[in-house]
């Protein structure tokens, strides 16, 4: 297996640079992994192939205002901050830019000098760890990040946004579930169909392309997640009843996994996952999953691979290329069964 494996080529244009609107008027691609079979939908016909006792895990992590403005409290130079994981309370690891300019110790004021960062250590060329004062002050004086293949302005922040985020912490969002809105979630739960929730606060590093010929020599950061003793008990309850656990979102398929990679129950946990799912991985507690279209090379293609197969999801995409669908945060989704 060779990263060049997980490669492909798409015309830029394909790149959304908006969302759709009303959020399920996405488009939506059916995969049965039993027959091979590419169905194309609307994304507000999901519930035509979920049935009731189906349990669909969504991660409710909220994206947060990670990128900074400010300036060198000694010297005035003008800095900007992009908070990739949090490590601790506090404490961030960051690019910075300039990051050549950033030792440990220097104090960077932000949002007008409301608050402050403290350069802890420096990582690498252009990261840094700091310890912000007032984490609080993010929600007044930052602005969302969106992915850099994103290059329209954001008019309303809160597109960037799942309808159900509610835990505060990831700097990229859970891109599968932007398609449901309240209304599709309550018509679902008519149907029988049953939401539950995990948290996963998604770094931007779970995006990136893989640099290195073999994946398996990859090394993923670790990313903060939750499972709490209700959903394990919910998704064990659906398994031994014979009822499908559908994941909205390769996040929500890591979670999900980490939580049942001893043996095949789902326990709960609270910490850090730094789980990497390759093809050739057994896939303990997913049936079936919600995702969008991914970047090649990166892990998330990886993922759905392992879950379909490499062939089958190749042929999706090129085909998802030839029908003009959407592709990335703002693009179509896929429904994998």
């Given at each position: 297996?060779?990263?060049?494996?997980?490669?492909?080529e798409?015309?830029?244009e394909?790149?959304?640079?908006?969302?759709?609107?009303?959020?399920?008027?996405?488009?939506?691609?059916?995969?049965?992994?039993?027959?091979?079979?590419?169905?194309?939908?609307?994304f507000?016909d999901?519930?035509?192939y979920?049935?009731?006792?189906?349990?669909?895990?969504?991660?409710?992590?909220?994206?947060?205002?990670?990128?900074?403005?400010?300036?060198?409290?000694?010297?005035?130079?003008?800095?900007?901050l992009?908070?990739?994981?949090?490590?601790?309370?506090g404490?961030?690891?960051?690019?910075?830019?300039?990051g050549?300019?950033?030792?440990?110790?220097?104090r960077?004021?932000?949002?007008?000098?409301?608050?402050?960062?403290k350069?802890?250590?420096?990582?690498s060329?252009?990261?840094v760890?700091v310890?912000?004062?007032?984490?609080?002050?993010?929600?007044?004086?930052?602005a969302?990040?969106?992915?850099p293949?994103?290059?329209?302005?954001l008019?309303?922040?809160?597109?960037?946004?799942?309808?159900?985020?509610?835990?505060?912490?990831?700097?990229?969002?859970?891109?599968?579930?932007l398609?449901?809105t309240?209304?599709?979630?309550?018509?679902?739960?008519?149907?029988?169909?049953?939401?539950?929730?995990?948290?996963?606060?998604?770094?931007?590093?779970?995006f990136r392309?893989?640099?290195?010929?073999?994946?398996?020599?990859?090394?993923?950061?670790?990313?903060y997640?939750?499972?709490?003793?209700?959903?394990?008990?919910?998704?064990?309850r659906?398994?031994?009843?014979?009822r499908?656990?559908?994941?909205?979102?390769?996040?929500?398929?890591?979670?999900?996994?980490?939580?049942a990679?001893e043996?095949?129950?789902?326990?709960p946990?609270?910490g850090?996952?730094?789980?990497?799912?390759?093809?050739?991985?057994?896939?303990?507690?997913?049936?079936?999953?919600?995702?969008?279209?991914?970047?090649?090379r990166?892990?998330l293609l990886?993922?759905?691979?392992?879950?379909?197969?490499?062939?089958?999801?190749?042929?999706?995409?090129?085909?998802?290329?030839?029908?003009?669908?959407?592709?990335?945060s703002?693009?179509?989704?896929?429904?994998?069964?």
């Amino acid at each position: 297996m060779k990263t060049t494996d997980f490669d492909y080529e798409m015309p830029l244009e394909r790149i959304a640079q908006t969302a759709v609107e009303p959020r399920d008027h996405s488009r939506l691609m059916v995969i049965s992994r039993v027959d091979g079979s590419l169905s194309h939908r609307r994304f507000y016909d999901v519930g035509d192939y979920l049935r009731a006792g189906d349990v669909l895990v969504c991660n409710d992590s909220r994206v947060i205002p990670a990128r900074l403005f400010g300036h060198k409290a000694d010297g005035g130079a003008r800095v900007e901050l992009l908070l990739l994981r949090r490590l601790e309370p506090g404490v961030w690891e960051t690019l910075a830019r300039p990051g050549r300019r950033l030792k440990a110790g220097t104090r960077v004021e932000l949002g007008e000098g409301h608050f402050e960062a403290k350069v802890i250590s420096k990582e690498s060329e252009g990261t840094v760890v700091v310890r912000l004062n007032n984490e609080e002050m993010l929600e007044r004086s930052g602005a969302v990040p969106l992915p850099p293949y994103i290059h329209e302005p954001l008019a309303n922040p809160e597109r960037y946004q799942t309808v159900y985020a509610r835990q505060k912490g990831s700097v990229a969002a859970p891109t599968a579930g932007l398609h449901f809105t309240p209304e599709l979630m309550i018509r679902l739960e008519d149907k029988g169909i049953q939401f539950v929730f995990v948290t996963l606060h998604l770094a931007l590093d779970s995006f990136r392309p893989v640099q290195v010929d073999d994946p398996a020599e990859h090394v993923i950061h670790k990313e903060y997640g939750e499972l709490t003793p209700e959903v394990a008990n919910e998704l064990n309850r659906a398994r031994a009843e014979g009822r499908r656990v559908i994941c909205v979102g390769t996040s929500s398929v890591r979670v999900v996994e980490h939580a049942a990679r001893e043996g095949d129950v789902v326990k709960p946990f609270s910490g850090w996952t730094d789980l990497f799912i390759l093809p050739g991985h057994r896939f303990k507690a997913v049936d079936a999953m919600l995702t969008n279209f991914h970047l090649p090379r990166s892990t998330l293609l990886m993922l759905v691979s392992a879950f379909a197969g490499r062939e089958l999801i190749l042929r999706a995409y090129y085909e998802a290329m030839n029908m003009n669908y959407r592709f990335y945060s703002f693009g179509d989704a896929m429904l994998i069964l």
